[in-house]
T-cell receptor, first 107, second 114 residues
Framework: QKEVEQNSGPLSVPEGAIASLNCTYS??????FFWYRQYSGKSPELIMS????GDKEDGRFTAQLNKASQYVSLLIRDSQPSDSATYLC???????FGSGTKLNVKP | DTGVSQDPRHKITKRGQNVTFRCDPISEHNRLYWYRQTLGQGPEFLTYFQNEAQLEKSRLLSDRFSAERPKGSFSTLEIQRTEQGDSAMYLC????????????FGSGTQLSVL
């Protein structure tokens, strides 16, 4: 079992829809979780961090954490074509990244 | 430019040769990380430094890989006797120095081993 698992996608959503990206992790003791966005040929850039159970909102992005289920998600509201990228889930206690989910937002 | 800087951007080498990459972190950042990324995969942790001390190194990291951060500023990653499987993007990142800090990534060094 990988330390951080993500569906590789691609996930296709129409412009304006909500994109839902999911991630599970194996280490029950993990405390810090990050979502990074990576455009093709570019380096990862941080979108959000979350440490506590529940939801954390930042603009069009909402991160959700459920430690009991070892599950992290990222919701992108009002998806735009510019959101098309690979989204990486990271568990930073162990420096692990998932393999990423590719998101395509269709105009 | 106050971002993380990596040099070179691209490196092509023949199998068996040694290569060295350099990373200059954001100036006030105490932590420096090296990751490796191949196509379709997420970044794979290699090692990290707190100032000049190398605090963790991946169990998966071959003895052919070595990293230094001699004065707690820039870092170098050396790969000895390169193999075709070493072909990847090598990413450097830095952070302010508390655990769980967000990482700022450089543009990476793309290594191709022929």
């Amino acid at each position: 079992q990988k330390e951080v698992e993500q569906n590789s996608g691609p996930l296709s959503v129409p412009e304006g829809a909500i994109a839902s990206l999911n991630c599970t992790y194996s280490d029950r003791g993990s405390q810090s979780f990050f979502w990074y966005r990576q455009y093709s040929g570019k380096s990862p850039e941080l979108i959000m961090s979350i440490y506590s159970n529940g939801d954390k909102e930042d603009g069009r992005f909402t991160a959700q954490l459920n430690k009991a289920s070892q599950y992290v998600s990222l919701l992108i509201r009002d998806s735009q074509p510019s959101d098309s990228a690979t989204y990486l889930c990271a568990v930073m206690d162990k420096f692990y990244f998932g393999s990423g989910t590719k998101l395509n937002v269709k105009p | 430019d106050t971002g993380v800087s990596q040099d070179p951007r691209h490196k092509i080498t023949k199998r068996g040769q040694n290569v060295t990459f350099r990373c200059d972190p954001i100036s006030e950042h105490n932590r420096l990380y090296w990751y490796r990324q191949t196509l379709g995969q997420g970044p794979e942790f290699l090692t990290y430094f707190q100032n000049e001390a190398q605090l963790e190194k991946s169990r998966l990291l071959s003895d052919r890989f070595s990293a230094e951060r001699p004065k707690g500023s820039f870092s170098t990653l050396e790969i000895q006797r390169t193999e075709q499987g070493d072909s990847a993007m090598y990413l450097c990142a830095s952070s302010l120095g508390t655990r769980n800090e967000k990482l700022f990534f450089g543009s990476g060094t793309q290594l191709s081993v022929l």
